[in-house]
């Protein structure tokens, strides 16, 4: 089985990136208690749109 990875992400608002299953990325943050998913895409066009973070 494999695990999400995540890792904080320094930006003006803390952002989080989880791979899920080494596929996708997710990139998310945290409101108080919420957890609010901000884009969902594949590892290549994140890798496109961002670089290596």
Known sequence: MRRA???NIHTRK???R???SMK???FYFVDSDT????K???I???HK???KI
Do not use: F, N
């Not at 957890?35 to 901000?38: E, H, L, N, P, S």
């Open 5 to 7: 990875i995540s890792k």
């Open 14 to 16: 803390p952002r989080w």
């Open 18 to 20: 989880m791979y899920i």
């Open 24 to 26: 996708y990325t997710l």
């Open 35 to 38: 957890v609010r998913i901000d």
């Open 40 to 42: 969902i895409m594949t």
């Open 44 to 46: 290549e066009q994140a």
């Open 49 to 51: 749109k961002y670089g």
